[in-house]
C-alpha cells in the first residue's frame, strides 16, 4: 500500500536541475570582476584609516559579486568584509548597522554567515557580535531574506 502520492526520490534530481538552471550567471567576465573588487578595495582601506566604518561597509557591500566561476572575487571582497568587522569597535557595531540600508544589512548577513561556516578563516566571535546586531536592526526577515536568495557570496 502506497501512502505517499510524490515520489520523493525523484525530486533530488529535480532540485539539482532546477538549482543549476537558477544559478545566477554574471555578466561581465572573471578578470573584470577581480579588478572591481580590487578598485573598491582601495576605496575601503582608505575609509577604514580614516575611521568611517558606515563608508567603508557601504563600498564593500555594494556590487557584491555573485555566480559561478568568481570563486577569486567573491573570497576577495568576503576578506574585505571581514576587515571592516574587524576594524570597528564593538560599540560602534549598533550605529554602522542601524546606518546602512537594508539591502546592505542583507548583503552583510550574508558574509557573516560565509564567515561563520569558515572558522579557520574568519574571527567567529566577532561575526556573532555583528549577527546580533543585524538582526536586532533587521529582525528575523533579514534572516529569511538571506537563507531564501539563491545567489550565495
Known amino acids: 500500500m502506497a501512502h505517499r502520492k ?79 568587522l574587524m576594524a570597528t569597535r564593538t560599540q560602534d557595531i549598533a550605529s554602522v548597522v542601524s546606518n546602512i540600508s537594508e539591502d546592505a544589512r542583507d548583503v552583510l548577513l550574508k558574509y557573516i554567515y560565509h564567515g561563520l561556516a569558515r572558522p579557520a578563516e574568519f574571527n567567529c566571535g566577532v561575526l556573532l557580535s555583528w549577527h546580533e546586531r543585524v538582526t536586532e536592526s533587521g529582525g528575523l526577515g533579514s534572516i529569511v531574506r538571506v537563507m531564501s536568495d539563491r545567489r550565495t557570496v
Open 6 to 84: 510524490l515520489v520523493i526520490d525523484n525530486l533530488d534530481a529535480e532540485h539539482q536541475q532546477m538549482t543549476e538552471q537558477m544559478q545566477y550567471v554574471s555578466t561581465k567576465s572573471t578578470e573584470e570582476v577581480v579588478a572591481q573588487v580590487d578598485q573598491k578595495a582601495a576605496a575601503v582601506r582608505a575609509a577604514i584609516t580614516r575611521g568611517n566604518s558606515i563608508e567603508a561597509l557601504e563600498r564593500a557591500l555594494a556590487d557584491p559579486p555573485y555566480g559561478r566561476g568568481m570563486e577569486a572575487a567573491q573570497a576577495a571582497n568576503a576578506q574585505l568584509v571581514s576587515e571592516i
